[in-house]
Structure formats: C-alpha cells, structure tokens
C-alpha cells in the first residue's frame, strides 16, 4: 500500500507539473519610464512547444485574459521543431490578439523547422508584430517606450551583432530576447527590460537550488526563472509553458508572466 501510495504521489506531481500553469507577478520601477506608461501591464508567454491547454487553448487564453494585459510578448518556441502542428498554436494567438497587441520573436525551434517564413507570415496575418531584429515604438499621450525584437541566433546572426544595429537613446527599452545565457550583451547595450525564455526553468527545479539543466548553458544553470539585474539592467526569463526533448518538467510548473512597470518617482 505504502509503495502505491508512492507512485501516485509521483504520477500526481508529474502531472500537475506539465498542466497547472501559474502566474508570476514582477514590478519594475524605472525612472526612465514615461509617467504616462506608469502601470503599463505586459502578458509574457514563452515556449509553448505545441502544447495544449484545453480545447484551443482555453485554458491557457483564460488565464491570460484575466490578467487584463495591455501588451503581450510571445518570447519564441511558440511551435516545435519535433512535431510542428502549427495550427496549435495559432488557435491561442486567434484568440489573444483580441485581447490585446501581440509582439512576437523567433526561438530556435521556428528557425529549426526551415519554415519559418510561413511561421511569421501566419502570425502578421493574424495582426501580430512580429519583429525580427527590429524596433517598434508605443506612443500614449505624446510619449513612448522602444520596443526591441531580436530574432533567434540560430538564424546566423548572434545577439550582440543584432543588438549592435540599433541606436542607444535615452528612450525606455523593452527587449523580447528568446535567450537568456546572453545577459552579458543586454547589460552593455544598456536595455532596460529584457524578456527571455528557452532555459524551461531548468527542467527539472531542485528545491533551494534552481534548475538542473539548460539549453545553452549547460547543468545548473545561471538564468532559468524570474528577475536578474545588472547595472540597471532586468532581464525576466520565463519558464515556458512546454517541453521539448525532456517530455516532463518536475517542481517546475508551467508559466505566464505578468510584468507591470511602474514610474519610480
């Protein structure tokens, strides 16, 4: 009885740990920000990987609209290389984008397929920004923030090269980043906000220690969840929504992000 007792403790974490997902709150105070952006709230969701949360994802587009969003980043992976059913995924973005705009960037999994051309098409069609190493602005009340998109490295152009092109001002930065383990190369632009995902939190969350293992950095990673900060640098990682290669996730709940800024005055 003890032994049965056992596995299905297990088998309930596993499986609360790959179909809960909870929201993670963070302010960021700024006194760079426009006062007229002063509790802007942004919606991040990262690495979906094709999975589902409900029928067309209403699970996971409920969550998101009760956050009551004025922006939403979708920071990569929205698809997966390994099993690509697009359509998954766009079942949540036909609903999001009428909650509120949606900004999207390449992860490495939508370079990996060869078809990311009809990825990002699908997306602007749906009336997403998508922006591949490019720059938008958000206006309100004759003030504005920049809001940066770095396409996924994966495509041939590293980070620091693409964040080489764009001109340092004195504007309040956003930066939708699908890679973390390049932190470094945000603190030296100078950004003030980064958004990234790609580590899933280290897969596998050891309680007091963190994540056990990351793409692009290796075991016990140094960037898998919630806020780092340098030099007046934030970058907020994600732990992602799916999985990839490792099927489950364990004491690693799946996530969306809620960013509010705030004028620090």
């Not at 075991?219 to 732990?239: A, C, H, K, Q, W």
Request: glycine share 8%; proline share 4%.
């Amino acid at each position: 009885m003890k032994k049965l007792l056992v596995v299905f403790i297990i088998a309930v974490i596993l499986y609360t740990g790959n179909t809960w997902i909870k929201t993670t709150e963070v302010i960021i105070e700024s006194e760079k920000l426009p006062a007229t952006f002063d509790g802007l709230k942004i919606a991040q969701i990262s690495d979906l990987h094709d999975a589902t949360f409900g029928e067309k994802q209403m699970k996971l587009v409920q969550k998101i609209i009760d956050t009551k969003p004025d922006v939403i980043f979708i920071t990569g992976d929205l698809i997966d290389s390994n099993r690509y059913e697009l359509q998954n995924s766009l079942d949540m973005v036909e609903q999001l984008i009428l909650v509120a705009p949606v900004y999207y960037v390449t992860g490495n999994h939508e370079i990996a397929t060869n078809d990311v051309d009809y990825i990002k098409n699908s997306l602007i069609d749906l009336g997403v920004i998508v922006l591949s190493n490019e720059e938008k602005s958000i206006e309100k009340d004759g003030e504005k923030i920049r809001v940066i998109g770095i396409e996924d490295p994966l495509n041939g152009v590293s980070v620091a090269d693409a964040l080489s092109s764009f001109e340092q001002t004195e504007d309040f930065t956003l930066v939708l980043s699908h890679r973390p383990e390049t932190f470094q190369a945000y603190v030296e632009n100078k950004l003030d906000v980064v958004f990234a995902g790609h580590a899933h939190g280290g897969q596998f969350r050891i309680p007091g220690v963190g994540g056990l293992v990351a793409p692009g950095q290796g075991l016990f990673p140094t960037f898998t969840s919630g806020l780092y900060e340098d030099n007046g640098t934030n970058m907020i990682v994600s732990r992602g929504l799916g999985n990839s290669i490792i099927p489950i996730r364990i004491f690693n709940t799946p996530e969306i992000i809620v960013v509010m800024l705030k004028n620090e005055k």
